[in-house]
T-cell receptor, first 115, second 114 residues
């Protein structure tokens, strides 16, 4: 079945450092790819998404590019802030396995940014 | 719009007790899902629904029942709680089944089974 593998944390950075969280996937069909963020004590919210190869999703200074050739969707930010401290989840939605109602998630990466 | 709401926020049960986790959305979304979140496991799909009256099993359905009598509500029932069901439960909804569509998540219910 489909799966998502993401870099396991925890990751601890200083403010203004560069961030990369790796994410790779396997899918039967041609999936859409998502990054969700979970701030402490809250539910998940969409950070960004990409729906076809070479698409770049971006939001709040975060970026990720859909790389079909390497089946990857790495999350990057050039300068992190304390407010970025959260758990980040990579996920996919595969039409061959259902649709938007059946997201497949990675295990999550906890990011802590120190002042 | 309130979005996706879940009640209760916290719950403690004893082994063998039953309870219902409530989920409601006011966005007129057809597609709704329940996930559980466990440390180091990410989120795993329990049950999902593609419309009123239609439900199906996800990856980890054992010990849970669902029903969808209205578009707005999608309750999750624990029939006989077990310590292995200690988890954080998230309800989510989306407008269409298109893979490009976004799922919107509720704030979660933290359940402890003693």
């Amino acid at each position: 079945g489909d799966s998502v593998t993401q870099m396991e944390g925890p990751v601890t950075l200083s403010e203004e450092a560069c961030l990369t969280i790796n994410c790779t996937y396997t899918a039967t069909g041609y999936p859409s790819l998502f990054w969700y963020v979970q701030y402490p004590g809250e539910g998940l919210q969409l950070l960004l998404k990409a729906t076809k190869a070479d698409d770049k999703g971006s939001n709040k200074g975060f970026e990720a590019t859909y790389r079909k050739e390497t089946t990857s969707f790495h999350l990057e930010k050039g300068s992190v802030q304390v407010s970025d401290s959260a758990v980040y989840f990579c996920a996919l939605s595969d039409g061959a396995q259902g649709g938007s109602e059946k997201l497949v998630f990675g295990k999550g990466t906890k990011l802590t940014v120190n002042p | 719009n309130a979005g996706v709401t879940q009640t209760p926020k916290f719950q403690v049960l004893k082994t063998g007790q039953s309870m219902t986790l409530q989920c409601a959305q006011d966005m007129n979304h057809e597609y709704m899902s329940w996930y559980r979140q466990d440390p180091g496991m990410g989120l795993r799909l329990i049950h999902y629904s593609v419309g009123a009256g239609i439900t199906d099993q996800g990856e980890v359905p054992n010990g849970y029942n669902v029903s969808r009598s209205t578009t707005e509500d999608f309750p999750l029932r624990l029939l006989s709680a077990a310590p292995s069901q200690t988890s954080v439960y998230f309800c989510a909804s989306s407008y269409s089944q298109e893979t490009t569509d976004t799922q919107y998540f509720g704030p979660g219910t933290r359940l402890t089974v003693l």
